[in-house]
């Protein structure tokens, strides 16, 4: 290549990279921070409730969830319910612990580990301390992120 040649391709070079650089889509936006917080939410709305005061925490679940997940509490409800007023249950969350897994600004997986102190007919009312850890995708809806899916892992 001549040495007049050389600043014309170099020219043309640096154009085209520009050119690219400008018309390149931009990466996916990781999912914001409210994402992460909606999983720890939801892991201590999930963990926390008591027999004598059931509707409360049915409906703080409500609030925070959407979709399928949603439904299936709504259907499991009844069968909940009983459950815990016929044991006398009662739970505390100790520490959440959340973080995201993969997503966007539209939808994310997060891990939620939530470690509840129970008390129930079946712990002779002492405090059993355990441990549950969730995989949930939580969806941005009208700006608010909520659980549409909770599985355990």
């Known amino acids: 290549m001549s040495r007049s040649t050389l600043p014309a391709v170099l020219l043309i070079s640096a154009a085209t990279c520009t050119a690219v650089l400008a018309t390149a889509q931009p990466a996916a ?20 409730y008591d027999y004598a005061r059931f509707d409360d925490h049915v409906g703080k679940m409500l609030d925070i969830t959407t979709g399928m997940f949603r439904a299936e509490f709504e259907d499991a409800r009844p069968t909940i319910q009983a459950n815990a007023i016929a044991s006398h249950v009662r739970a505390t969350v100790d520490s959440v612990d959340c973080r995201i897994v993969s997503g966007d600004e539209a939808r994310a997986d997060v891990t939620v580990d939530v470690v ?6 079946d712990t002779g009312g002492m405090p ?6 969730l995989l949930c995708t939580v969806e941005n809806v009208n700006g608010r992120w909520l659980v549409n899916r909770a599985e355990t892992k």
Request: glycine share 10%; charged share 25%; with cysteine.
């Open 116 to 121: 509840r102190t129970t008390t129930s007919d």
């Open 128 to 133: 059993k301390t355990n441990k549950m850890s």
């Open 29 to 48: 936006a990781a999912p914001p921070e409210e994402a992460r917080l909606a999983g720890c939410d939801f892991g201590t709305v999930a963990g926390t």
